[in-house]
């Protein structure tokens, strides 16, 4: 019923894909409403926008967090801050990259997240199968999917602290969507964006959103998603 990644250590890849039916019915219902509930079903009380770091366009990439460019540009981080605004047509900061974020990234926030769940060591993790990647050819046959409106993917399992093998070495494609078995919160990302979103309890996203090494803005259901900067 599942076999285990070679390429992500502590993860398999499950032939049953139920455990992500729940996921599937919800979005089904919300993924073309152009709102947060688009990513994070409605069905948890409080959400974020987590704020990826950009990579200068120098030769060494320097990494930035958006509270950095923020406080050279003076614009304010609120959840209707678009990228675009905050570099104020300066291209000195680069661009945050779309799929997902990095490995430190998720690592953080994993780190955080598995605080607020009874079942830290059982999670389940979307990885979409569009990525054309080289370590999921041999998934391309499998009829096992998890499916919304608008997507299809492959059904992971593992710990929450396995989150950050996703980005690597398969860098900045993690995983689209995210949670632990007891369903306590979800993380989602769009593969196609660059903001990642995070519904669970008020004190899981509080957490998120005090957590020193994470830059968040709250954010409802209801929300706007955040127009990409291409």
């Known amino acids: 019923m599942r076999e285990p990644v070679s390429w992500a250590p502590g993860m398999w890849v499950l032939a049953d894909v139920r455990p992500a039916a729940w996921v599937e019915t919800a979005l089904a219902r919300t993924a073309r409403s152009g709102t947060v509930a688009a990513m994070v079903p409605p069905v948890v009380p409080a959400y ?22 923020a406080a050279h540009t003076g614009v304010a981080l609120t ?13 000195r900061w680069g661009r945050p990259s779309d799929g997902g974020l990095d490995a430190q990234g998720t690592a953080v ?41 608008d997507r299809a993917y492959h059904l992971l399992t593992g710990p929450v602290s396995a989150a950050p093998v996703l980005p690597t070495p398969v860098e900045w494609w993690c995983a689209s969507l995210w949670w632990p078995a007891d369903r306590a919160w979800l993380v989602a990302t769009e ?40």
Not at 111 to 134: D, I, K, N, R, S
Request: glycine share 10%.
């Open 79 to 91: 959840a209707g801050t678009r990228f675009d605004d905050l570099v104020a047509g300066s291209d």
């Open 191 to 230: 593969i196609d964006g660059y903001l990642t979103y995070v519904g669970g309890s008020r004190a899981a996203v509080d957490a998120v959103l005090a957590a020193p090494e994470i830059d968040a803005v709250a954010v409802a259901p209801s929300s706007p998603l955040d127009p990409s900067y291409g």
């Open 48 to 69: 974020a926008r987590v704020l990826p770091p950009t990579y200068g366009p120098e030769e060494a990439e320097t990494r930035h967090r958006w509270p950095e460019i």
């Open 109 to 149: 926030l994993a780190g955080v997240l598995a605080g607020f769940t009874g079942t830290p060591e059982e999670a389940y993790f979307c990885l979409w199968e569009g990525f054309g990647l080289e370590e999921t050819q041999a998934w391309q046959d499998r009829p096992m999917r998890v499916r919304t409106p």
